[in-house]
């Protein structure tokens, strides 16, 4: 986005995740002021599963099956909410 001259707040360039899904790159992509919808699929359970057990394995795969330091991560972003100052 640097290298193409695009602001992050141009609204040029959106981000869609699955919800649940890797949050501390929504948090992160959040922060350096880019648009990120979290979507949740529905339907039939029978018909949703499948696609939720393929998202699951491709999470593992590229994050190494680190579920501890995602929850590290969101303990910290839940953390922090709850204990910065309140803006008036």
Request: with cysteine; charged share 20%; proline share 5%.
């Amino acid at each position: 986005m640097d290298n193409l001259e695009i602001p992050s707040k141009s609204g040029l360039v959106l981000f869609g995740q699955l919800f649940g899904m890797c949050d501390h790159i929504s948090y992160t992509l959040g922060k350096h002021g880019y648009t990120v919808y979290k979507y949740v699929p529905y339907g039939k359970v029978v018909d949703i599963i499948p696609y939720l057990l393929r998202r699951a394995q491709e999470n593992s795969s590229v994050l190494g099956g680190s579920v501890l330091s995602e929850r590290q991560i969101l303990w910290k972003e839940l953390t922090s909410r709850f204990t910065s100052p309140k803006l008036a």
